[in-house]
Every structure is written in C-alpha cells, then in structure tokens.
C-alpha cells in the first residue's frame, strides 16, 4: 500500500471519529433530556388510555427534535394511526 491511502485512511478515520463525537454530544445536550425521559417510560406502561398519550406526547416531541422529522410515509396523527391498527387486529 502506499503512503497516499495511508494518509487517506488516516483522515478518513478522524472524520468518522470526530461526526461520532458529534452525535454522542448532541445526543447528551440538555435539551433532549424530556423526549428521552417520555421516551424510555413507554415500556414500563400498562397499556391504558393515558399511557398512549404519554406514548404520543413522546413521539411528538421526538419527531419535533429530529432533524430529519417524521419518517417519511407517516401518518400525521400517531394516535388516530394506532388506533386504526389496533381496530384491524380486533
């Protein structure tokens, strides 16, 4: 191998270290803390009436910090689109 795609693989792996500290530093600013809050408590809920809007409040508010928003093809509502999956497996 020569010493140019040594240097290329060399800067090639601080770009992919440095955009990886990146994230794991957006990841942890202060601001996320909520949404990762609401976030983490959905497996621990029962499955009632306010944990679904716990669950949607989450989902909101994540899709609010995404950059990138919803996914793409989602339904506007995410509560009105569950219930229509849970409608069709009844």
Do not use: C, Y
């Given at each position: 191998m020569?010493?140019?795609?040594?240097?290329?693989?060399?800067?090639?792996?601080?770009?992919?270290?440095?955009?990886?500290?990146?994230?794991?530093?957006?990841?942890?600013?202060?601001?996320?803390?909520?949404?990762?809050?609401?976030?983490?408590?959905?497996?621990?809920?029962?499955?009632?009436d306010?944990?679904?809007?716990?669950?949607d409040?989450?989902a909101?508010?994540?899709?609010?910090?995404?950059?990138?928003?919803?996914?793409?093809?989602?339904?506007?509502?995410?509560?009105?689109?569950?219930?229509?999956?849970?409608?069709?497996?009844?």
């Amino acid at each position: 191998m020569s010493p140019f795609w040594g240097h290329v693989v060399g800067v090639f792996t601080v770009v992919v270290m440095a955009a990886f500290i990146g994230v794991w530093i957006w990841a942890w600013l202060p601001f996320h803390k909520r949404a990762f809050d609401a976030l983490a408590a959905i497996p621990m809920q029962d499955g009632d009436d306010d944990s679904a809007e716990t669950a949607d409040a989450a989902a909101r508010a994540w899709d609010r910090r995404s950059a990138a928003g919803p996914p793409q093809g989602a339904a506007p509502d995410r509560g009105e689109a569950r219930e229509a999956r849970f409608e069709e497996n009844t």
